[in-house]
């Protein structure tokens, strides 16, 4: 089971952390996704850990802004959203990938949170 939290309403240029809290599943040989769905569009990779916390992975539109890390010892991952920008309002969800090989592709993840929302204001 996998569970975000974390949102809320920011101003432009704010931060939010997101925490991924896991359980039920060993954690350690999973690779961790945050995807985010803006209204209207389709759900969008935004970031990716391997469990050993050795890789991760960005979208370009976050690239800079935004950081993926894993505390294996809480079994949560979590996203660290920086300098937010309007166009990054949408529910963001995590995912994991039991093969720890997942990228920014929502297919490749087996199990799924439910969302949390975050609404940046101009």
């Known amino acids: 089971q996998l569970q975000a939290s974390g949102g809320g309403l920011v101003q432009t240029g704010g931060s939010l952390r997101l925490p991924c809290a896991a359980s039920?599943?060993?954690?350690?040989?999973?690779?961790i996704g945050w995807f985010r769905q803006a209204p209207g569009k389709e759900l969008e990779g935004v970031s990716c850990v391997s469990s050993s916390g050795g890789r991760t992975s960005y979208a370009d539109s976050v690239k800079g802004r935004f950081t993926i890390s894993s505390d294996n010892a809480k079994n949560t991952v979590y996203l660290q959203m920086n300098s937010l920008k309007p166009e990054d309002t949408a529910v963001y969800y995590c995912?994991?990938?039991?093969?720890?090989?997942?990228?920014?592709?929502?297919?490749?993840?087996?199990?799924w949170g439910q969302g949390t929302q975050v609404t940046v204001s101009s």
């Open positions: 039920g599943f060993p954690f350690e040989d999973y690779t």
């Open positions: 995912a994991g990938d039991i093969s720890g090989l997942a990228g920014l592709w929502d297919y490749e993840y087996d199990e």
